[in-house]
């Protein structure tokens, strides 16, 4: 989740971002293709201001933003009583603290409005009067009921009308949560070939096939062990000499655990 940090990184990207060729790009900017290649090469080739302009011009982003100087493209030094941040937000945005790219996701997200809606409402109580009215015409009939027809205590239709009530704080949070969860899903797909983000593979089916391997080799409990442990440090238990094989299963058995476990032939029957 990190943006480009150069100049032939931004430049490679706002190009890729319009589905363009460099000879594509050549003809519609008027900069020769050898040009606009070595501007995106690593061996950098410093951009004249000319084309420097020509190429903000026809991205439609500034020249810092080019030069990697801003993140925005598009609003530039945009005051901040204009964003209505207070003190407190714009220092934890410049404090390193939390991952910024990754709130302005999350912010500009389309769920995200929805979910920011439900929160205020939550917040602002906008729906408690409603919610205590229903709440309160339910409650009225089931005691209605209670009164005039004495139904049983474990009576169906009475239980119902007793979970139709509504409690404020778990709708919220189911509301809130099924959005949240959402838009972190589509932020995770958004960024699952990233080079930072985990591969989907785990260590675990890799243990696992090596400790099934082991099992099929002959042997006794350590020698099993002994292959697994080998495998895992990506070494060839089965190539080893038997005096190393030998002088392995000796140090294994030093340990104090070896007596206490399935490994030690004075467990076996």
């Not at 050549?26 to 190429?55: F, V, W």
């Not at 959005?179 to 930072?196: G, K, M, V």
């Not at 038997?242 to 476990?261: A, F, G, I, T």
């Amino acid at each position: 989740m990190k943006g480009a940090t150069t100049i032939q990184e931004r430049l490679w990207e706002l190009r890729k971002d319009k589905g363009l060729k460099l000879e594509e790009l050549s003809e519609l900017t008027g900069i020769s293709k050898s040009a606009l290649a070595s501007y995106e090469s690593n061996d950098y080739k410093e951009i004249n201001h000319g084309n420097l302009i020509t190429l903000a011009d026809f991205y439609e982003v500034s020249v810092d933003y080019l030069l990697c100087r801003t993140e925005n493209r598009e609003q530039v030094n945009t005051p901040l009583t204009e964003l209505h941040l207070n003190d407190e937000m714009v220092a934890l945005l410049k404090s390193g603290r939390i991952n910024n790219r990754l709130l302005c996701e999350i912010a500009t997200h389309p769920d995200f409005v929805n979910l920011l809606v439900d929160t205020e409402i939550y917040v602002n109580g906008v729906a408690t009067m409603r919610l205590r009215d229903v709440n309160a015409v339910l409650e009225a009939i089931r005691l209605t009921v209670i009164r005039n027809y004495q139904p049983e205590k474990e009576d169906v239709f009475m239980e119902t009308l007793q979970a139709f009530q509504i409690d404020e704080d778990d709708y919220f949070c189911h509301v809130t949560h099924k959005t949240w969860d959402a838009i972190l899903h589509d932020l995770r797909t958004a960024h699952a070939d990233d080079t930072e983000s985990a591969p989907d593979s785990s260590n675990a089916s890799s243990v696992i096939k090596a400790a099934e391997r082991a099992l099929r080799i002959p042997g006794n409990f350590l020698d099993v062990f002994c292959y697994a442990m080998c495998e895992q440090l990506g070494i060839k238990y089965e190539k080893l000499p038997e005096k190393e094989r030998n002088d392995l299963k000796k140090v294994l058995k030093k340990s104090p655990h070896y007596k206490d476990s399935p490994l030690s032939s004075r467990k076996r029957r």
